[in-house]
Each structure stands twice: as C-alpha cells, then as structure tokens.
C-alpha cells in the first residue's frame, strides 16, 4: 500500500522560507510524477508545483514561480517543496499527491501538514 507523509510545515512571517517534504512509502518515489497541492478553507483545492519522475521537468503555479522550488531525491523517497519569501496568502494547508506517469488522475495523497504565514 503506497503511503505519502507531508512533513515541514509551520508557522513562520512573511518573508520567511520554510520546506515541506513528503515521503511515500509502499513503492519507490522514482514510480512517480508527484505534485503539491494546497487549499485554504472555502476554496477549491490549487496546484502548486510538480516534478516528473526522474527531476528532469518541473512545473509551477505562477504564484510559485521565482519563489518554490520543487526537488526530489528518489534515492531517501523524499519530494520536497522548497518555499521562499513567503507571503500571508500562501497560508493553507498543504499535500502531496502522486500519479504513475502515463496517468492523469492523482491516485495516492497525503494528509496534508499546514503552513501558515503571519504578516
């Protein structure tokens, strides 16, 4: 059974950095293209960031741009999620979720860990 525990979020300032990570267990990380999600309460959930299976393309929101970067070591199964100057409205709850390459629906999701960004 394919697990995904998102790690790393808090409570920092704006401006602040902060990497979030998520680790899959049940099968190799290098099995899949894994994206960040987040949703903040009363919103429909947003795309943040994404990185194919071997690292080689990565993809962005454009509120992400210039500011997250998208990482992957298949050799630990870690995904992460590198966040910088960060602003109050990329507060929310954040997930990881993965898909085998070839597939458009994202089959396995983690919990979420929560990032919040204080003015």
């Known amino acids: 059974q394919v697990q995904l525990v998102e790690t790393g979020g808090g409570l920092v300032q704006s401006g602040d950095s902060l990497t979030l990570s998520c680790e899959t267990s049940?099968?190799?990380?290098?099995?899949?293209?894994v994206a960040w999600f987040r949703r903040v309460p009363g919103k429909e959930r947003e795309f943040v960031a994404a990185?194919?299976?071997?690292?080689?393309?990565?993809y962005y929101t454009d509120s992400a741009k210039g500011r997250f970067t998208i990482s992957r070591d298949n050799a630990k199964n870690t995904v992460s999620l590198q966040m910088n100057t960060l602003k109050p409205e990329d507060t929310a709850v954040y997930f990881c979720a993965a898909r085998p390459e070839g597939l458009t629906t994202f089959l396995y999701w983690g919990q979420g860990t929560q990032v919040t960004v204080s003015s």
């Open positions: 990185i194919t299976r071997t690292g080689t393309n990565t």
């Open positions: 049940g099968r190799t990380t290098s099995s899949f293209y």
